[in-house]
């Protein structure tokens, strides 16, 4: 099974068990934030068993920001989502300037309160998060406009 990604704080989902107020099985606000839905849907990315394309989804993701900076997210296998009763659909590419990357795009569908809560609660306990520092951004928007996957107006932000 696939891996997803979605960009997140990083901060936001250290694993730290040091959480005194929080009561047992909860799960801090602040991770619940970073997973902004819209119309009860949650914008995520196929991340291959390798995690080949995971630098690429993620300079795609940054690309259409204003600035680049270091980005953090969180990856979590899509076979989770079962037990959780999210159903994920392919039906939208995602709309970023490398349209190669676009086809790793899913949406998270129906979505209610309780299943965003226990997707947070599940990507803490199991998932996986890191970091794409903002040097390595600027060298992989380079590559990518060498490449022909981006656009030469990208090499503006590139500092």
Do not use: C
Not at 6 to 12: A, D, F, K
Not at 14 to 36: C, F, H, I, M, T
Not at 138 to 159: D, N, T
Request: aromatic share 6%; hydrophobic share 40%; glycine share 6%.
């Amino acid at each position: 099974m696939p891996l997803l990604l979605h960009t997140v704080r990083q901060n936001r989902w250290l694993k730290d068990e040091a959480r005194p107020w929080l009561e047992n099985g909860d799960v801090p606000a602040d991770a619940l934030s970073d997973l902004r839905t819209s119309q009860n849907e949650l914008s995520v990315w196929e991340v291959a068993a390798d995690r080949s394309n995971l630098e690429r989804i993620v300079r795609a993701l940054v690309i259409t920001r204003q600035d680049i900076a270091h980005t953090g997210f969180v990856l979590f296998e899509s076979e989770w989502l079962g037990a959780i009763g999210i159903a994920v659909s392919a039906d939208r590419p995602g709309k970023t300037p490398d349209e190669g990357a676009n086809a790793w795009h899913r949406d998270l569908i129906d979505l209610s309160g309780n299943k965003l809560v226990a997707l947070t609660k599940t990507i803490l306990e199991r998932g996986d998060s890191g970091t794409v520092l903002k040097k390595r951004l600027y060298e992989l928007v380079e590559a990518g406009i060498r490449e022909k996957q981006l656009p030469e107006k990208f090499r503006s932000m590139i500092k």
